[in-house]
């Protein structure tokens, strides 16, 4: 995972803080922006598990403190729903400005509520996800219930929400009361997930129902049976992530990768705008090559001699354990650590200049098991004898041929 601290700032020019997660293994195919629960924040566990998931499935995923929360700026006794969505506009805007448009928006609880307001006004985005959301923006004054009337009365009042204290304002209120959820939702025309829990005692799975009754198709529902309402059980919210992640890839474009055909056991592939990252067919298995960032790359996957270090290593440890089982002996793990490097040459006539280098591997073998001091001397003689071993300490010639 990439992860990497990000700033933008929202209409009233107030600096929004965010972090931005992206895949450990490819450039993002798509963008997704999260938008979390009322008075949550961007680092509530369930947030930081979902955009994980979805980095794992190639999305980078924005997730940030709505005004006034977390390590962003403003007042929350200043914000309103209203604010909210023109939050989720902005982030869109960073990451229009600084990658791509976002295709995907997910939102959790009021966040949910958001994000279909938002996304009716983003041509960009494709696909809505929504966990636990109120049907309408309002049902967020049933949390409020003891202190409506105080803020009715004179305008604001101090209320305690999952044990810390905000000051809610008239003008909070008045704003849901100006948003019709079904509305919005019906005329939304784009692809909607529905996933709500049945179990969810702080929004009914009713409002789920009324959500999903008014959208058109393609539209889907999940249940979420047994999770509670910020999906505070780790699994709750890895499946989450990870449903969202299949079900949008049906509706957001997804690059093909290239399948690569050849009659030999490797095959490697390399556009001429990928830098230095390789896509990569060995045996029956797909893979990256790359080279460290520093040298150019985007370090998705190993260098070369990481690559052949790797051979040297696996064949190494399969050696040893078909040889041990052979004889019995009782060798519970290997471990063979291997690296690249190259040193000079021992006893010669040119040590000061580079030709005088050779390649080395260093390779060190730890063993796990009963084994006597004969077997273990035996062992490393074994190790010698790997077929990579023999083929790195043989003379060899590569022949090369152009494909027409």
Known sequence: MNLQKVTFSNKEGQELSGRLELPADQHPHNFAIFAHCFTCTKNLSAVK???RSLTTAGFGVLRFDFTGLGESEGDFSDTNFSGNVEDLIAASDYLRDNYITPTLLV???????????AASQLDSVKAV????APSNPQHVQHLLQNDISEIEKSGLAKVNLSGREFTIKKQFLDDLEEHSLPEVAKNLRKALLVMHSPQDSTVE?????????????PKSF????????????????????????????????????????????????????????????????YMLGDEPEEVGGNNFGPTPYELVSAGLAACTAMTVQMYVKRKGW???????????????????EQCETDAAK????EREIKLEGD??????????????????????????????????
């Not at 996800?129 to 636990?132: E, R």
């Not at 009713?206 to 008014?214: M, Q, T, V």
């Not at 050779?358 to 591997?361: A, E, P, Q, S, W």
């Not at 077997?375 to 152009?402: G, Y």
């Open 205 to 217: 799975i009713k409002n789920a129902e009324e959500i999903y009754i008014a959208a058109h198709h």
């Open 222 to 285: 999940i249940s979420l049976d047994g999770a509670d309402h910020l999906l505070m059980r780790k699994q709750d919210s890895l499946y989450s992530g990870s449903v969202i992640a299949g079900w949008a890839s049906r509706y957001v474009n997804i690059p093909e990768n290239k399948r690569i055909n050849t009659k030999h056991n490797v095959v490697a592939s390399l556009d001429k705008e990928q830098g230095f990252t390789t896509r990569m067919k060995v045996g029956d298995h």
């Open 330 to 348: 009782n060798l519970e793990n290997i471990e063979v650590h291997v690296s690249y490097s190259k040193q000079h040459a021992l006893d010669c």
């Open 49 to 51: 598990n979902i955009s």
């Open 371 to 404: 084994l006597d001091e004969k077997q273990i001397q035996r062992i490393l003689q074994i190790a010698d004898k790997c077929p990579v071993h023999k083929t790195l300490h043989s003379e060899t010639q590569i022949v090369t041929q152009l494909i027409s």
């Open 129 to 132: 996800a929504t966990i636990g």
């Open 107 to 117: 939102g959790h609880s009021l966040g949910g509520a958001a994000v279909i307001f």
């Open 358 to 361: 050779i390649d080395t591997f």
